[in-house]
């Protein structure tokens, strides 16, 4: 198993000041899908073409350091961002106007990073990250099939016949699941999770998860190691196999855990996990619905065996939403 990790997490603690939404997109924009990274094209104030990451798990949108400087952003302050291993302290902005396709917010505080080392496609330099500060404003359809991406300030009208509800924590998606029948955790829907493509699912969790897990099934062993680079350094992380996680009306048999090591911000008792579009993306198209804190789906005719549901939709009788 030779994959590549990439935590992109958890960016705390920062506002957002004055919101403006316009005109729905009619057909979404394209964006470049990339070690399961979604990647679009944004515009600030007066600048197209910027190359952004997509990122529910960040719920404060950054840009790179070099981008801002060409840019001349004002500096308002100072703050700090938590990683998966530990704090930064970064400069705060204030932006007239960001916009991808039609829809676009005004107004808006974002933080100034150096984003150099972080992947983008086509070898070329990352220009920021969009956050669920921006996100949450608009109805967020991800179709991955079609590589394209809807936001909308109303709800779409296609019809979903399954959906994960979430709730919003620290500004981030956050479900309940149960691993091997027996624990429950809260995951958060991480968007900016990169792993190789690949037919398995992989699924984040704190070391603390880890002991439980264990000390129910000491059968359960390390079978390889993924190497990651988040907020504050490197990480290397254990990667074993579990009987299932169970996920509202689905069953995902045979999953990866990726285990986080106990430091930064996976040091915190109240740490909680995530999953990514690695996940997602099985499903071909969702569509995050931050108002009713729910993420909606259909079940594609090819979809992956290893995902189950627990209780098939009887189709004389089902509820479209």
Known sequence: ???????????????????????????????????????????INNKPGLVFLLNTGANTSVLNTQTANIIRLPEVREDSVEGTVGYERVKVLRIAKIQLGDARVDNMEITKRDLSKWPAPDQKPLDGILGTDFLRQFYVTIDF?????????????????????????????????????????????????????????????????????????????????????????????????????????????????????????????????????????????VCINFNEQKIYFNIPKARAANIVVKKPINKSTRKRT
């Open 1 to 43: 198993m030779n994959k590549i990790f990439r935590p992109f997490y958890l960016f705390l603690f920062l506002s957002l000041y004055g919101v403006s939404t316009v005109l729905a997109q009619s057909n979404g924009v394209g964006f470049q899908y990339y070690q399961s990274l979604i990647y679009v094209h944004v515009k």
């Open 145 to 285: 099939k079609a590589h394209k991406l809807l936001l909308t300030p109303k709800k779409p009208s296609v019809k979903y016949l399954y959906n994960f509800p979430f709730e919003m924590e620290d500004n981030i998606p956050q479900m309940n699941v149960k691993l091997n029948d027996s624990i429950r955790i809260p995951l958060r829907y991480n968007t900016g999770v990169s792993l190789v493509g690949n037919r398995d699912i992989f699924i984040n969790i704190s070391y603390d998860t880890w002991r439980k897990l264990k000390n129910l099934d000491m059968t359960l062993t390390t079978e390889s190691y993924m190497t990651g680079t988040a907020v504050g350094g490197n990480v290397y992380l254990p990667v074993v196999q579990i009987r299932s996680m169970e996920i509202s009306d689905f069953i995902v048999r045979s999953p990866y855990v990726i285990i986080q090591p106990e430091e930064g911000y996976f040091k915190r008792p109240d740490a909680v996990g995530f999953l990514g579009n690695n996940f997602m993306e099985k499903f071909e198209k």
